[in-house]
């Protein structure tokens, strides 16, 4: 089973790349941000689940690799999935690729953890059971 889904799709603006006509780190956040967002909803962990409305989680790990440069034009997707769900948190893995080659530019693997607080539902065992279940 595949469990790596597509959590992002776009493309490189003009104003997102340095002097020397590199995709900038800063925007390969952004993207890996949006990516991450979309995963929590998938795994129904989001802000905009249902019930869930006030669960919020922070990244107190990020460890990412650079592969391939992006340029001003090009297309990316970026694929996401469970590397790691424990009961403090989930590990996700994210691969970045250049639409149109297919190649990996980056990857990046991100401990989120649940931001404790009155209104914040923890992460559950039976939510841990079924994220192990699709490990990538």
Not at 30 to 54: I, M, Q, T, W, Y
Not at 90 to 100: P, Q, R, V, Y
């Amino acid at each position: 089973m595949n469990a790596w889904i597509e959590t992002y799709r776009g493309a490189v603006q003009r104003w997102e790349i340095d002097t020397v006509d590199h995709f900038t780190v800063a925007f390969y956040f952004d993207r890996f941000a949006h990516a991450s967002l979309n995963e929590l909803d998938a795994l129904g962990l989001g802000a905009g689940v249902p019930g869930r409305a006030r669960r919020r989680w922070a990244t107190v790990d990020c460890y990412v690799r650079y592969l391939h440069e992006l340029r001003a034009g090009d297309v990316l997707h970026i694929l996401s999935g469970v590397i790691e769900a424990g009961a403090d948190g989930l590990l996700l893995g994210h691969k970045l690729f250049e639409s149109a080659s297919g190649e990996v530019c980056a990857t990046a693997e991100q401990r989120l953890r649940p931001v404790p607080g009155p209104a914040t539902a923890p992460h559950t065992a039976r939510e841990r059971r079924a994220h192990e279940a699709r490990p990538v």
